[in-house]
């Protein structure tokens, strides 16, 4: 009976935990805008800077996910020993910071340093934010907590998109970047003084942080051991082609919408901001709600729900991509901008219930480099070299075509996350497992 009480009493929503997951989210929504505001900017950046979109598709991507993924890794690593709060609020000075310095570069090149540095403060935030979540919130609960930090997205495009196109139409894309940077400084300030670091919690597994120095072996020692699981390769995997459907879609759909539906910046951000972003935060929360009241016995499907709305996502990409009436494109807009972004609750909150409790930072981080890097390398980049490549025949035109790319990547990532789902217990659960096996 009293292991049932605890239980009971473990599902229920511990309110302490509102107020950090509040401003983790807030902070979140400053890391997701930052990266996104050259997007944004990209034409007007071209016409001053004479780049080829290869070269800016390069500077969009691999300039600010090199040393986002890179270093992702052994901050995360620290963040499961060291104080994790003063880690996130450093970061966020740091890439707030960078932000606003992008609005006094000269060049493409110094764009790039700016875009570089940017993803080494950016680094600090997003698996150190998943940890303190794990230990606030209960194993339970997680989906629907990680769900509220996954609207973090959409309320970037809902609340600030708008008003950074507003800025740029009017003032230019160098005091966008100025306007949209100096608030993360103010928040970095109200974290550190209303946050405390959360106790680690231990449900049933390793509770690090422990000693030892930060070496190259014990790194990749740590990450081997996350990836002797056959369920977090798959995961790894559909995490990574998701990314790169949602890096490339970030980068392009503004330069999409103003070549092949001759918009404005502030159209664009007018129709991107409030369609990706209430769209998109009613996608996040419904798969959060809906897989928070699944039965106990049904944990297959806290995969299986997520794997089914990245298949879906693909053909609607394709109607998005490919409608010339303004009715076909744009449900593919909202239909993808309601599915696109299903997957990141569920996943992230499996993965903290799969690892160790001591594990937690290290698995976003390695979860991040795919979806990041690897999926930043093959998405933003590889519709710019194909932008150049079919410009010859489609001039404007090119962008449709190039971006099927990212039709492609969600069905497959929905593929992976499907065997996920389905692996023999014996096979998927791992030392921490929380969820009880499948019947």
């Known amino acids: ?177 100025l306007a949209m940077g100096a608030p993360g400084l103010v928040v970095a300030l109200l974290f550190i003084a209303t946050v405390r670091e959360p106790v680690r919690q231990s449900h049933g597994g390793d509770a690090r942080p422990r000693g030892g120095a930060m070496t190259g072996g014990a790194i990749l020692g740590d990450v081997a051991d996350l990836f002797r699981n056959r369920w977090f390769g798959w995961v790894f995997l559909g995490v990574t082609l998701m990314g790169a459907n949602v890096w490339a879609a970030g980068a392009w759909t503004p330069t999409f919408f103003a070549r092949v539906h001759h918009m404005g910046l502030a159209e664009v951000a007018g129709t991107v901001g409030p369609v990706r972003g209430f769209v998109g935060a009613a996608g996040v929360l419904a798969g959060g709600f809906l897989i928070d009241r699944l039965p106990a016995h049904r944990d297959c499907w806290r995969m299986a729900i997520p794997a089914i709305a990245c298949i879906l996502a693909g053909p609607a990409e394709a109607l998005f991509l490919l409608g010339d009436v303004r009715s076909l ?84 990532a929905g593929l992976c996350f499907l065997r996920a789902a389905f692996l023999p217990s014996e096979s998927a659960r791992p030392r921490a497992m929380t969820y009880p096996s499948r019947q």
Not at 373 to 381: E, I, M, T
Not at 403 to 408: D, F
């Open 1 to 177: 009976m009293s292991e049932a009480i605890a239980q009971e009493k473990e599902a229920g929503w511990p309110w302490k935990a509102s107020w950090p997951l509040a401003l983790l989210t807030l902070i979140a929504v400053f890391n997701y805008l930052d990266r996104a505001l050259l997007g944004l900017a990209l034409p007007l950046v071209k016409r001053e800077f004479g780049a080829s979109d290869t070269v800016l598709g390069l500077v969009t991507g691999v300039a600010f996910v090199l040393l986002y993924s890179v270093l992702g890794v052994p901050i995360a690593w620290l963040a499961d020993r060291y104080n994790r709060r003063n880690i996130i609020t450093f970061g966020l000075a740091f890439w707030s910071l960078m932000t606003a310095l992008t609005g006094f570069v000269g060049s493409v090149w110094q764009l790039a340093m700016a875009r570089f540095l940017m993803g080494a403060g950016e680094a600090c935030a997003m698996p150190p934010s998943n940890s303190i979540i794990a230990d606030l919130v209960p194993p339970r609960r997680r989906p629907l907590a990680m769900a509220i930090f996954g609207t973090a997205n959409s309320l970037a495009f809902i609340i600030f998109f708008p008003i950074a196109g507003w800025v740029a139409q009017h003032y230019g894309w160098r005091a966008m970047f």
């Open 329 to 412: 494109w744009l449900s593919g807009f909202v239909a993808t901008s309601f599915l696109s972004l299903i997957h990141q609750g569920p996943i992230y909150a499996a993965t903290m219930n799969v690892v160790r409790p001591g594990q937690r930072a290290l698995a976003i981080s390695v979860i991040l480099f795919g979806a990041s890097f690897l999926g930043n390398v093959v998405g933003p980049s590889a519709v710019g070299l194909l932008n150049d490549r079919l410009a010859a025949e489609y001039g404007p035109l090119a962008v449709r075509y190039s971006m099927l790319i990212i039709a492609v990547t969600p069905v497959l």
